[in-house]
Structures are given as structure tokens and as C-alpha cells.
């Protein structure tokens, strides 16, 4: 009996032992989930990656943008970072004051490397590439052209042509906004960026001086906003209960005449194939200032405890060939971030035309580690401002001098 | 008082250790472990990776004094459990008392009863994010249909509150009912025939029979619901992640806020310990209670 036992054990270690000495090297890459990117591009690639590279799993981690920093911080605290991940660039310089990553440069292959717009590395950092670009983009306005006939060219004009389509009676708005705290700010961004403001001043040295959402530019942002939801009422009412998929689908199902998001916004309404006519344009400027949009990326960062980093370099000329990256920038509805494909024939349509006309002039989100919680604290004061708890100077100064105290505790 | 070796350590006795190691280990890997280094990383300043890097005494907890919104924080959780768990059991005692009844369909009706508990959290949360959005939600559309002028549910602070406390109380209450259930059938029927004898009216025997011999179990009960809903973390996530303007956060999201948005594992871990405590002074209460009257 006793030996039997043994007998069992034995062919069960050897059983283990073996399935672990036959185990693949795993790439675990975290994975966002962008609007209008469905779940089957990621089977897909993984399905194609292992059969092209036979001994290597890859392991996909999809996760809304919306949890995506929250869950990556999990990860990495808890001693389970990926191999590789997604990232808004904007986070870069808060993972390397944690100091998990890898720059990345050493280990991409030279062909990758140079097919991509070097105006896009955002993630280099003193010279060394951190992250590489994923995708980047501009905000766009769409706008429903059966209603409102012209593109407005400016916010005050905008907000005019607002009031005189907005039918709460009908569930018609004239802005989809954003009014619920989201991992972004993108919808002040808009504003600011669109009144000629910044989120910081900027020291003679090019870093970062003070808070400046309450200087002109950043209160009239905020009131012009705040006169939208309350005052005029041509947003949808109760803003501060929408997130920016929600702010979608409201346009989408032909509740709204406009609405301000990137270019995954003209693949979701290619996708569903909406019955009436739309159109983007530049998001306005208010009146004598310069047309200024938000331009975003992300970017695709190794980390340092990574064991298969030659895998996950070859994972990424993987999905940086052609092949895939075409499908990957038609479904996110970003312009592409390789050379090879900026004259494909498919990204020459007037989404991709206004995405690329914006770039000169737009702005991209403030690069410091503790960003995240600046974004906090605004967002914060401005839900208060929709909520009638502040007035705009107040929650702007608020903000302001939250933000200033924090970063002096650095 | 020492014992000799031979009773603690005879041929049975060695058998149950090593039943008991594996539960054993898993308690101090999984709830100990957890809860001792939390406790250390309060005391501790913590860099970004969670590691202790030096003692800072209080200095985590004064930080949270600084906080203006934490002292809200703290009240809106004590109101938001004890509004939550009132209602729930109030509703599940009533439940409870119905399913209690005889009738036709009555092993239906508990079946029936038990759906929102037995669904995971976040997809009943998920479900009624769905059900309270003003444009396409069922409620406001129900509403708008019978007439009524219905607030969007999760834009406001108040109505955010409540909107998120429903769906945790309705999340609670299979629970409670089924709990009370098992309690009510527990309870000896002569009790109730020699209360007819004696002429006492439905009232009475609800109060003078019913309610104190259901002690015990509405004592466990409250007990378990005021530990989970004061850490109900799922609910306000999905449907206002605290907002608008955090006026729906309660400690425990305040907690993952500072932990994995702003990565200060420092303030967060103090915040847990503040939670820890409230929650053990509560319960030590709870079994005093309970203890008393089981002595009694």
C-alpha cells in the first residue's frame, strides 16, 4: 500500500516536473481596450503570434481604458507586472519614479525602430525611448451635418447654433459632454487648449511652473462650459453622470448634434452604421484665439523584471508589421504610427486629413508623475462647478492652489 | 499551568495538526500576513511599489487629518451602513415573514428571492447602471411614463448616494430574508398556539415571541451585513466611482483612490487601519451583545 503511495507521487512530480520543463516562455502584455477595437483583433494576434513563433505563449490582458492605469499599478505592486503594456505616455515618468522600466530602444530590431515617426516619441526620455508610440491622435468635433448645415468656427458660434437645435422635449442635445470624473480630462482639455490656455506655466527652462487653470484662459474654459450645462442647457442634462462611452452612445443613437472625442469616435459610427450625416471638423477656437486641439498617445512600455524580453521584442515587430497594424489603426480610428503606412489609401479620408491638420498646433497632456492626481483634483472642482457648490473662480483657484501644494510636497 | 507532553502530543492529537496545517497556513499566509503588513505600512513611509522604506510613526494618519473631505468620509460611510443595513433588514424581515406564511408558489417565491445574492456583485451593479441612465435606463423610462419628472439618478450628490445605497441594499437583502427565514422556522409553533390561547393578537406575537427568539440570528446577521457594507466597494465604483464631485465616497473607495490612482500606499494603509478599527469595535460590540444574551 505504502509503496503504491510512493509510486503515485513519484509519477505525479515527474508528471509536474515535466509540464513545467515543457513550459513555453510566456509574453504577458497588458492590453487596452480602445473604443471600437473588438475583442477578436486580440484572439486573432495572439493565435497568429504563436503559430508564427512556435515555443512562445502569448498571454493578452485586455482591460478598459477607463481601470487600465488603476489595474497596471495593481499589478506592478503586487510583484506581477506584465512583460509588456500599454500606457497613456502621459504616465511614463510616474512608472519610472517607481522605477519598473525598461528603456525599451535596446531591445527593438532596427527595421521597427526606424519605421516609426520619430515626431511621435513622446515616451524618450533624456534621450532614451521608454515607450513606443501605439498610437497617437488629435481630438476631433463631429457633428451632425443634417442639423446643424455648416461647421461652426468658433465656440461662440458653436454655442449659438446649439441653442437653436436643442430639444430636451425630443432627448436632442446640442453637446454630448463628458461630466463624470473619467481616468481624463479630456473635455476641459478642450476647452482650455480651445481658449488659448494650459494646464501649467511654463519656466524659462521649459519645465513646469505653476498651476494655471485660474488664469483667464482656464476660468473663461470653465465658465463657458459651466454657461453650456446650466445657463443655455444644450448639453444633455445631468452631465456629471456621463462617461465618455455614454457621451458616445448618446451621438451615436442620434441624441446629440455634436460631440468631442479622438478618432475611435469615426470608427464607432462607421460600425454601427448610422442612419444620418455626420461630418468632423478642428475643434473650434474661441474667437481671436488659435485653433488648438488635444493630441494623445500612448505608448507600448517593457518592464524591467520582464524574463522573455526577447520575446516581447519579437512580439512587438509582430505587431508592428503592416498586416497587423492596419487592422489595429482602422479599428481605434487612429492615424497610423508607422512610415510604412501613412500613404495607405484608407487613412487619406477627411477623419484622418482633419486628425493630421490639427497636430501643428495641438497640445498634448502635462508629462509629470503626479499628473494623475492633478487630473483628480480638477476634474473634482469642476463637477462641483456643474453642481452649483462653487463658482468657477472659486473651484479654478481651488484647483490651482490643491495642485501647486501638492507638487511643492514633492 | 503546564501540560504534559503526552496531551498535547499523543498519536490523535498530531493527526488533527496536521488536519488543521493546512487551514492553519492559509489563514496566516492569506489573513494575517496581510493585515500585520498593512498595519506596519501605516507606521511606515511606503515608496510607489508598496515597500517599506523607513518609519514615520503617525505621520500617515496626521497626513489624513489634513485631508478636508476625510472627516465626510467617515460620517457618509457610518451613514451610508447604517441607512443600508437598516433598510435591509427591515425589507428582509418583512420577506422573511411572508415567505414564512403558507402559500401556493411559496417555494417559487424563495427561489426566486435569492437571484440578486446568488449574481456576482458587479454585474447587478452593471445592471443597474443600466437601469438608472436617463436616456435608455428602464426606470426613468417608466417613470417619464407614468408621469413623473425623474431626476438623472447619478448626476446629482444626494440622489447618487441613494441611487448607489439602493442597489447595495438590494443586493443585501436575499441575504437577510433567507437568514430571518431559517431563524423564523427555527422557532417552536406551540409558542404561537399557546400566545392564540392566551388571545394575543398578530402584533403580539411578533413582538413578545417572534422578535426575541429571533435575537440571536438578527445579532449574526447585522453583524455580517454591517462588515460587508461598510466595505462595499464594488457598488459605488462601477456606478459613480464616489463621484459626482466624491460625494458618493465612502473609506473604502477613499482607500483604493490613494492607493492605486494616486499610489500613496502610505495614507491608503492608514485609512485601512482607521477601517479596521471602527469595524473591530463594532463587531467586539456586537459579540458582547450577543454573548450577554446567550449567557442570559
Redesign the interface.
Same mark, same amino acid.
Given at each position: 500500500m505504502k509503496k503504491s503511495i510512493w509510486g503515485i507521487m513519484l509519477i505525479v512530480t515527474l508528471v509536474i516536473g515535466l509540464a513545467f520543463a515543457a513550459h513555453a516562455a510566456k509574453v504577458r502584455v497588458m492590453w487596452a481596450e480602445y473604443d471600437g477595437l473588438t475583442p477578436e483583433y486580440a484572439t486573432n494576434l495572439q493565435a497568429a503570434f504563436e503559430k508564427a513563433n512556435p515555443g512562445t505563449e502569448l498571454e493578452i490582458i485586455s482591460t478598459p481604458w477607463n481601470e487600465f492605469?488603476?489595474r497596471l499599478?495593481?499589478f506592478?505592486?503586487g510583484g506581477n507586472a506584465p512583460d509588456l503594456s500599454v500606457i497613456g505616455t502621459r504616465w511614463i515618468l510616474?512608472l519610472m /519614479?517607481?522605477?519598473?522600466l525598461e528603456p525599451i530602444e535596446q531591445h527593438l530590431s532596427k527595421s521597427l525602430l526606424d519605421n516609426i515617426d520619430p515626431a511621435l516619441f513622446e515616451g524618450k526620455i533624456k534621450g532614451v525611448v521608454y515607450g513606443l508610440p501605439v498610437a497617437a491622435g488629435t481630438r476631433l468635433m463631429y457633428w451632425r451635418s443634417d442639423v446643424l448645415g455648416k461647421v461652426p468656427e468658433t465656440m461662440q458660434e458653436m454655442l449659438t447654433m446649439l441653442q437653436k437645435v436643442t430639444n430636451p422635449e425630443k432627448?436632442f442635445y446640442g453637446i454630448a459632454m463628458t461630466?463624470?470624473?473619467y481616468v481624463e480630462l479630456t473635455e476641459y482639455a478642450y476647452f482650455l487648449f480651445a481658449n488659448g490656455g494650459y494646464f501649467f506655466d511654463f519656466n524659462k527652462d521649459g519645465s513646469y511652473g505653476k498651476c494655471a487653470v485660474n488664469n483667464e484662459a482656464g476660468i473663461g474654459a470653465l465658465s463657458f462650459m459651466n454657461d453650456m450645462v446650466n445657463k443655455y442647457k444644450v448639453t444633455?442634462?445631468?452631465?456629471?453622470?456621463?462617461k465618455r462611452d /455614454?457621451v458616445q452612445?448618446?451621438f451615436i443613437?442620434g441624441?446629440a448634434a455634436i460631440m468631442m472625442t479622438g478618432g475611435f469616435g469615426a470608427s464607432l459610427l462607421n460600425q454601427t452604421k448610422v442612419p444620418f450625416k455626420w461630418d468632423v471638423a478642428p475643434i473650434p477656437p474661441f474667437e481671436g484665439k488659435p485653433q488648438s486641439s488635444l493630441i494623445v498617445t500612448d505608448a507600448m512600455v517593457m518592464f524591467k523584471d520582464s524574463k522573455v524580453k526577447a520575446e516581447a521584442a519579437k512580439f512587438l515587430d509582430f505587431f508592428y508589421s503592416d498586416e497587423w497594424r492596419l487592422q489595429f489603426d482602422k479599428l481605434v480610428g487612429f492615424p497610423p504610427v508607422t512610415k510604412s503606412l501613412a500613404s495607405n489609401e484608407f487613412f487619406q479620408t477627411p477623419v484622418y486629413k482633419v486628425m493630421v491638420q490639427q497636430i501643428a498646433g495641438a497640445k498634448p497632456w502635462p508629462l509629470m508623475a503626479e499628473w494623475?492626481?492633478c487630473n483628480?483634483l480638477i476634474w473634482?472642482n469642476i463637477?462641483?462647478t456643474?453642481?452649483g457648490?462653487k463658482e468657477v473662480k472659486q473651484a479654478m483657484d481651488d484647483a490651482a492652489a490643491a495642485i501647486d501644494a501638492l507638487r511643492a510636497t514633492k | 499551568m503546564m501540560y504534559k507532553k503526552g496531551k498535547i502530543w499523543t498519536t490523535e492529537s498530531r493527526l488533527a495538526y496536521l488536519l488543521l496545517l493546512p487551514a492553519a497556513v492559509f489563514l496566516i499566509v492569506f489573513m494575517f500576513y496581510p493585515i500585520v503588513f498593512v498595519i506596519l505600512m501605516s507606521f511606515f513611509k511606503v515608496?510607489?511599489?508598496?515597500n517599506l522604506v523607513g518609519f514615520f510613526g503617525t505621520g500617515n494618519f496626521e497626513s489624513l487629518l489634513k485631508l478636508p473631505e476625510f472627516g465626510s468620509v467617515i460620517v457618509r460611510s457610518c451613514l451610508w451602513t447604517a441607512l443600508a443595513v437598516a433598510a435591509k433588514t427591515a425589507i428582509g424581515l418583512v420577506i422573511a415573514l411572508l415567505l414564512n406564511v403558507e402559500f401556493k408558489g411559496r417555494k417559487l417565491a424563495r427561489t426566486l428571492i435569492i437571484i440578486p445574492w446568488a449574481s456576482s456583485i458587479p454585474i447587478s451593479a452593471m445592471l443597474w447602471q443600466w437601469t438608472?441612465?436617463?436616456?435608455?435606463g428602464l426606470l426613468n423610462y417608466t417613470l417619464r411614463f407614468l408621469g413623473f419628472n425623474p431626476?438623472?439618478?447619478?448626476?446629482?450628490?444626494r440622489s447618487?448616494f441613494f441611487a448607489n445605497m439602493w442597489v447595495d441594499i438590494w443586493c443585501g437583502i436575499p441575504f437577510m430574508a433567507l437568514v430571518f427565514l431559517a431563524g423564523l422556522q427555527a422557532i417552536p409553533q406551540e409558542l404561537y398556539e399557546a400566545a392564540e390561547v392566551d388571545g394575543a393578537t398578530s402584533l403580539f406575537k411578533f413582538r413578545f415571541v417572534t422578535l426575541p427568539l429571533l435575537g440571536g440570528v438578527l445579532t449574526v446577521a447585522t453583524l455580517l451585513s454591517i462588515l460587508w457594507t461598510f466595505n462595499d466597494f464594488n457598488v459605488i465604483y462601477i456606478l459613480?466611482?464616489?463621484?459626482?464631485?466624491?460625494s458618493t465616497d465612502i473609506l473604502i473607495t477613499y482607500i483604493?483612490?490613494y492607493?492605486?490612482?494616486?499610489?500613496k500606499?502610505g495614507p491608503s494603509a492608514a485609512m485601512a487601519v482607521i477601517t479596521f478599527v471602527i469595524l473591530m469595535v463594532v463587531s467586539i460590540f456586537y459579540a458582547r451583545n450577543y454573548f450577554r444574551e446567550g449567557v442570559q
Open positions: 492605469h488603476d499599478v495593481t506592478i505592486a510616474e /519614479e517607481m522605477g519598473v432627448k461630466g463624470q470624473k444633455q442634462p445631468g452631465v456629471t453622470a456621463y /455614454e452612445n448618446l443613437s441624441n494623475p492626481e483628480d473634482d463637477e462641483a456643474f453642481l457648490q | 515608496n510607489k511599489l508598496g438608472y441612465n436617463n436616456d435608455f431626476p438623472v439618478w447619478l448626476a446629482f450628490p447618487a459613480t466611482k464616489g463621484g459626482p464631485a466624491n483604493y483612490k492607493a492605486f490612482q494616486y499610489i500606499f
